[in-house]
DNA sequence: GATGAATGAGCTTTCATTCAT
DNA sequence: CATGAATGAAAGCTCATTCAT
């Protein structure tokens, strides 16, 4: 019984968390209402604090999913261990809702004010370097990519390729072209 | 006379703006209070509304500003023709106070939301793109960079990888490893 | 079950409606704050903005009430068709409350500036128009008065007469001098 | 020299206040700014402190002046006993500005909140039912019209009914109506 | 679990008034 | 006499949060 409730309850927090997302990603944290969410899903305010401590708490916690989330399609995509891999990983990002892809540049303004979310977009950050440094070294091995720089270095600056790529696109470059300056881009970074 | 007005205006103007910028960029634009604002250049809230019309008019103006101020030591610095003049702008950059450096960052948040903040970043982003194509094609003419990649393709390259290095900042890159990284990553993706 | 929260809230829309009225009449709407109206109903501002956009709408809502309030204490009295059917409903005016039976007068003063306020006093103004010139055409046809003047301009002036009436009791008539000058005045005015 | 010191003042006072009971006619009391006065009058708001004390104070004088202006014109205009002095009243009144002949049922709002506002107009109803009254017994005395009636209680029903037009023009009847309805009311009133 | 009426602290904004020049 | 920059008290309104049902 209990587990029951407790799938239930799940279910209800993640709908909560998607929604919410959204919300905060097309009109900002700031912006959305908690009535705004509750309507969403088709409840009513109160019900959210049955699920979630406060608004920012909410913030938070979805923080926390579309990190998750992203992470997830990260591992995912990065399994093989050829230079492809990266155009997979970026393709399936670009496959992943907006507000999932865009979460962490909006969350970045959360970041001088709310320690939570700043450990948050960090722990995720070190991780993907780790992940990023770690292909790296294994496609240096192989010799596909010449071991000449340091993999941690070079997996910071992919990243950061990555990511502005993903500012650009907010400020109006296409998804196609995104696709195809990220995939030169890097293949010119890792001098392929 | 009316000059001597107009001059003391504008210095005011100045001041708020100014103060306004590091208190949005710090504490972001929702948690600023008018009142701190003020407080934070010594007059009262009413005050601002002399010189601004309200919030939103202080926050596009401060935006507005901010642009201005990148674009002109933008300009200043990439004046020699040289490569290294991209270095000279970074570093130029790194010189300016966070608020001013990282502004637009801050400003995507309200892109979804604000028209005229839309505007504003769309328009600067054609700027340097425009700017460090037109840099680009004078360095293919002296054959410092090979001329077989179309040059506004790399300049939005150069940007992203430049804004995806300031973003990383916000995540914990340190100052130092952002300027070499930035030297570094430039020279591969421009090949030299 | 809606039902029954629509009364409720029906019956909570009333209170704060008649309260506002009170002191719309009193002390003025715009010496009247949303606080005051608030309190004097034991509630808080918050929950008035639950049953009106804003205080301009609680205006136009109160206005609206007390046009229909007085309508159908004409209504009323008017049905019988004789002559002091008229005495009779002055009377049942003056036994209203003074913010019921005074509000058009100061809802003038917005008739300038609001255009809502200005159609319902001037629907209001019609339907007594059209009321009263069919009462007299009765008269009338039962030659209780002469049919020799159009029956449209004596109900305006029947109105009119009415209507400086109250001004004059703003400006300090008594109760009983105005039943007696109101009573008089008609029978002077129908030649009766 | 203190002599022309004053005229000049005096001119200044009679501008603001015309320019003042303009703007408060129009749009409100409440509605119109000192920056309003001011700027109408091409001064800037702190001039109008030298010549009134605050805002409310110049609604008084503003007050008091228009029905000054409108006593004045009542009395030139029946200083012949003949029944027709009343229309040329009338016609005179219609020749005011609109913001000096409606300017008392606008100040009307304020009588409940203003005791200056309230004795300025009880003391002109007084100052007019005397004048009428007056006039009245000449004429009953001339047997222009009969002498049956208690002169003071037919001054006021002449006020009355006055006044009542002139709500009605406020709520839409036209001029022409206006005149030819006071016209043959007054006759009927005095049962001529 | 869910509701939604009520709260009240806190925000942006307005504007009559002052006073150094 | 006149200015206009500055004030600050006070207003309307919002919305995250609570809690009796």
Chains 1, 2, 3, 4 share one sequence.
């Not at 650009?168 to 995104?178: A, F, I, R, T």
Request: hydrophobic letters at 45%; glycine letters at 4%.
């Amino acid at each position: 019984m209990p587990k029951v409730v407790s799938e239930y309850k799940e279910l209800a927090r993640e709908r909560i968390l998607d929604s919410a997302s959204k919300l905060f990603y097309h009109v900002g944290y700031h912006n959305t209402r908690m009535d705004d969410i509750a309507k969403s899903i088709g409840v009513t305010k109160g019900t959210l604090y049955l699920y979630f401590k406060n608004k920012e708490d909410l913030l938070i916690m979805a923080c926390q999913r579309n990190v998750t989330l992203l992470e997830e399609s990260l591992k995912n995509a990065i399994k093989s261990d050829f230079l492809d891999s990266f155009d997979e990983f970026f393709e399936e990002e670009m496959r992943m809702p907006d507000y999932v892809r865009f979460h962490w540049i909006f969350s970045l303004t959360e970041v001088e004010t709310n320690n939570r979310i700043k450990e948050i977009l960090a722990e995720s950050y070190r991780k993907y370097v780790d992940l990023i440094a770690a292909v790296l070294e294994e496609l240096m091995e192989k010799q596909v990519i010449s071991a000449t720089v340091d993999s941690v270095l070079l997996a910071q600056m992919l990243i950061a390729f990555h990511n502005g790529i993903l500012t650009s696109m907010l400020q109006g470059l296409g998804q196609d072209e995104s696709v195809s300056m990220f995939k030169s881009g890097i293949r010119l970074l890792l001098s392929v």
